[in-house]
């Protein structure tokens, strides 16, 4: 692969990603409490969802970009990582709205704690995220750094 088709192939698995992580978002959130619940807690806290999901797509077209430009990979396990946490943070938004589903919940404890502090949740999720992406942009520093390449 070229440099510009592997910069293009990643830009489009980080795109893809991210609109993976979207729809996920929204499946989740509709299974739980319905269609127009979603689009409410979506116009509530996009800007914590769309922050969430732009920062794991970069990190995803990241990977890509190093796994296809180095012989060594990068451990998936930081892609993973990021990707769990920006997920939790935005499905934990409307995780408490379970006890709409399933009225005898054992973890009704968890679910309040998450109600009660999904906002915080959402930091820590972008903090995780923004995290990932100076990781992985680092080690693309790195790698252009190394290969002398501009």
């Given amino acids: 692969m070229t440099g510009q088709k592997i910069i293009s192939a990643s830009a ?3 795109l893809l990603a991210a609109s993976l992580l979207l729809i996920l978002y929204f499946i989740i959130i509709t299974l739980i409490s319905g269609w127009g619940f979603a689009k409410d807690q979506f116009s509530r806290y996009w800007y914590f969802v769309v922050t969430l999901t732009i920062g794991f797509g970069i990190q995803v077209g990241f ?3 190093l796994k296809n430009s180095l ?3 990068i451990s998936p396990e930081v892609i ?3 990707g769990v946490t920006s997920t ?3 499905v934990a938004c409307c995780a408490h709205y379970l006890v709409n589903v399933l009225p ?3 973890v009704a404890g968890l679910i309040a704690f998450i109600s009660q502090y999904q906002v915080r949740l959402f930091w820590i999720g972008l903090v995780f995220n923004f995290t990932g992406i100076i990781y992985m942009a680092n080690k693309v520093y790195r790698f252009l750094k190394e ?3 501009s």
């Fill in 104 to 106: 005898i919940l054992t």
């Fill in 147 to 149: 290969h002398d390449i």
């Fill in 88 to 90: 939790a943070a935005m």
């Fill in 80 to 82: 993973a990582t990021s």
């Fill in 12 to 14: 489009l698995k980080g």
């Fill in 63 to 65: 990977y890509s970009y």
């Fill in 71 to 73: 012989k060594h990979k």
